[in-house]
């Protein structure tokens, strides 16, 4: 059976590029069913026009409060019947009414080695703080930021000449990798868990 998945994005919308090209790629066990972003301009919604994937703009303003606003989200995810929502930056923190719909549905990335450098601008916490070995993370969500369980890390190397641009260009490229994999690992029902640790089995 395939796999229902909403993409939920703010900005360029690279990683759901990457999910949408794993998805049309033969026997991928997964397929985008809606795209649905939080900001009226995100590219990310363009992608999904020349996908011909659903996609919505649902935005925080036109709601009471964010709940209203979460619970909106969670409507449209029924409507499309979503088995599994990827967050692909998507800058909104969902609060514990929205995660208790969801447990262990939501999968985040984050372009650092969780748990360090959680939160806004990682590339460049880690190029401030010096270390030689980046990456990014994907992780179940839960209330807290950047928490949940870690589902896969893929590491990527600094060097002493990189810009924040240049370390973001190569964990953006990890990313992409990891996302898709990620996905059809849960696809594939291969999620084992040791307490509150998860592992993906081959
Ligand atoms: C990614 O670096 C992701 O790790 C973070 O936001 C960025 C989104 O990039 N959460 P894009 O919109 O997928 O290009």
């Given at each position: 059976?395939?796999?229902?998945?909403?993409?939920?994005?703010?900005?360029?919308?690279?990683?759901?590029?990457?999910?949408?090209?794993?998805?049309?790629?033969?026997?991928?066990?997964?397929?985008?069913?809606?795209?649905?972003?939080?900001?009226?301009?995100?590219?990310?919604?363009?992608?999904?026009?020349?996908?011909?994937?659903?996609?919505?703009?649902?935005?925080?303003?036109?709601?009471?409060?964010?709940?209203?606003?979460?619970?909106?989200?969670?409507?449209?995810?029924?409507?499309?019947?979503?088995?599994?929502?990827?967050?692909?930056?998507?800058?909104?923190?969902?609060?514990?009414?929205?995660?208790?719909?969801?447990?262990?549905?939501?999968?985040?990335?984050?372009?650092?080695?969780?748990?360090?450098?959680?939160?806004?601008?990682?590339?460049?916490?880690?190029?401030?703080?010096?270390?030689?070995?980046?990456?990014?993370?994907?992780?179940?969500?839960?209330?807290?930021?950047?928490?949940?369980?870690?589902?896969?890390?893929?590491?990527?190397?600094v060097y002493s000449n990189d810009t924040?641009?240049t370390?973001?260009?190569?964990?953006?490229?990890?990313?992409?990798?990891?996302?898709?994999?990620?996905?059809?690992?849960?696809?594939?029902?291969?999620?084992?868990?040791?307490?509150?640790?998860?592992?993906?089995?081959?």
């Amino acid at each position: 059976m395939t796999l229902k998945i909403a993409v939920c994005a703010s900005g360029n919308g690279s990683n759901l590029q990457a999910i949408i090209d794993a998805c049309a790629m033969k026997n991928f066990p997964a397929e985008i069913v809606c795209v649905i972003s939080n900001k009226v301009d995100a590219y990310a919604l363009e992608r999904a026009k020349k996908a011909h994937i659903p996609s919505y703009a649902i935005l925080p303003k036109d709601f009471e409060d964010r709940l209203a606003f979460e619970k909106a989200l969670h409507a449209k995810m029924k409507e499309y019947n979503v088995d599994l929502i990827c967050f692909a930056g998507f800058l909104w923190l969902v609060g514990a009414w929205f995660c208790e719909q969801w447990p262990n549905k939501i999968l985040n990335m984050h372009p650092s080695l969780l748990p360090a450098f959680k939160g806004l601008h990682a590339p460049r916490q880690a190029l401030e703080r010096g270390v030689k070995i980046a990456g990014c993370t994907v992780h179940y969500v839960v209330e807290e930021m950047d928490e949940g369980a870690i589902l896969a890390q893929t590491t990527v190397p600094v060097y002493s000449n990189d810009t924040e641009e240049t370390l973001k260009m190569r964990i953006h490229y990890a990313e992409h990798q990891t996302f898709p994999y990620v996905i059809r690992a849960v696809a594939e029902n291969r999620i084992t868990w040791k307490g509150n640790n998860a592992y993906i089995s081959s």
